[in-house]
């Protein structure tokens, strides 16, 4: 890429940046709690949530076990495989935790919802909303941001539980670890609100960056095949990025 | 703004003046003039890319033109924002092309939609009226159905009830006629025709449906290049020595109105101009 070609595309990055920032005032800014409004965000909070909770879980139990077995044969080197649950719950509820739910959320229901907008721009459902005077952000766009918002911290809770459940399974269940110890050493390490309480935290941004994202991308979505599918590719590249970076700037912020 | 009643039956419907419009670098539309009776059904028919569907788009104020003013009734709507468009388009309906039935609710629920958003009727009320509209075009037995179990001309009649829920002024068709088999295609030009003299609405059918037109249009307006070429009752059309017209409605490939978008000269594109030997 040359000089031109490098101003260029960080020109049309910064733009796009504007306009989904403009986006995501424009949908919290006519934010509104209607009987409607509330009902329909609990059906999308059951459509990306609860119908995420599958994947949620299986990886989480896997991540915890496959830690687990890392964490207990480097620590058992040097006598110290009875400390795994130590470095499984720091690592795990200060960055895994948020981080894998973000990303995997991004995968399996931010791709969703950018696909069904998008569908809906490319069907004219939009437009049909928008000819009948009905406020096509605060009807489609809302209740999915709000239930994504909502989705993400939930579903971080579980992924950590199926996680601690892996290292149980495998430090307990498996290797023969003290379970007093195991259970000892896990709540004398993690802080409720320094550890527990940060990855939560995190978890609540990447939340809102997930479901913006994932709406911004199928709203702004051209009306063609090609276009939902760009936009669902886009939806799970920016989202996965964002949420490195920003778990990253948050750490920082939070030592 | 009082919207309370948009047409005035004294004055045209729909208005555009010297309107010029360009799209990914197209002149659409150039110094089009365009004015739709009150009370009566208008069909605007053109040749396929003519900018049947732009006009539409411009009227409903889905986009802004270049230079010139759309009036409906005697509000510009090219003035008006985004609150302010919203209260003009609860009185206007508008069957889009597919129909666009919102696909996770209902035939009911989509024809009840702007009834529940716009207005505090209760809900037992609200039944009433959205079984009644599906009545009209013939469809109360669908009520419970999904737009994806419906076929093309099904889903476009309850698009159409849609449409009617709020009672409005003024109905825009684009295109309703397209990919009907012959009794739907009747049924629906039938259906345009007994909802202006029942309800006594203004409408505004966009089609390229010749045969159609006379059966149901009171006035029909023929454009072609980005303007209007010729305005009339539909069958007194036809006597009209506009060549444009007279191609358009005998559906003649030479005329006018190209066939072939603009390209290189063929012989030279197919057989090369030798160098390949």
Sequence with gaps: ?255 | MDTSNIINPNMPAIRLEGVRMVRSGQLVLDDFNLEVPAGKVTAIMGPSGSGKTTVLKLITGQLKPDAGRIFIGDIDVCELNRGELNQVRRHIGVLLQNGALLTDMTCFDNVALPLREHTSLPENLIEKVVLLKLQAVGLRGAAEMYPQQLSGGMVRRVATARALAMDPDLMLYDEPFAGLDPISLATVGRLIRQINRVVGITSLVITHDVAEVSKFADFACIMANGRVVGCGIPDQLAADGNEVINQFLKGLPDGPVPFHYPAPDMEQQLLGDGDDE
């Design chain 1, 1 to 255: 890429m040359n000089g031109q070609a490098q101003q260029q595309w960080l020109v049309q990055a910064v733009r796009r940046l504007g306009n989904a920032s403009v986006f995501l005032v424009q949908a919290l800014a006519g934010m509104k709690c209607t009987f409607f409004h509330v009902g329909e965000t609990l059906r999308q909070v059951y459509y990306i949530g609860v119908r995420s909770l599958i994947i949620i879980m299986m990886s989480g139990f896997f991540v915890g076990l496959v830690m687990t077995l890392q964490t207990y044969d480097t620590l058992s080197r040097f006598g110290a495989g009875d400390s795994v649950s130590t470095v499984l719950g720091l690592v795990l509820f200060k960055e895994l935790g948020p981080v894998l739910t973000a990303i995997l959320f991004a995968g399996r229901a931010g791709t969703a919802v950018a696909a069904e907008i998008g569908l809906m721009r490319a069907t004219e459902q939009i437009d049909a909303l928008d000819l009948m005077g009905i406020d096509a952000l605060e009807r489609i766009v809302q209740p999915r941001l709000l239930a994504g918002i909502i989705a993400v911290p939930v579903l971080t809770l579980v992924f950590n539980f199926m996680a601690l459940l892996g290292g149980v399974t495998f430090a307990i269940g498996m290797m023969g670890v003290d379970p007093i110890t195991f259970w000892g050493n896990l709540q004398n390490s993690v802080g409720l609100w320094e550890d527990f309480g940060a990855g939560m935290l995190k978890a609540v941004a990447f939340g809102v960056v997930a479901s913006w994202l994932a709406v911004y991308f199928g709203w702004t979505a051209h009306p063609t095949s090609e276009g939902v599918a760009k936009a669902t590719t886009h939806t799970v590249i920016a989202t996965s990025i964002s949420v490195l970076l920003l778990d990253f700037v948050l750490s920082a912020l939070m030592m």
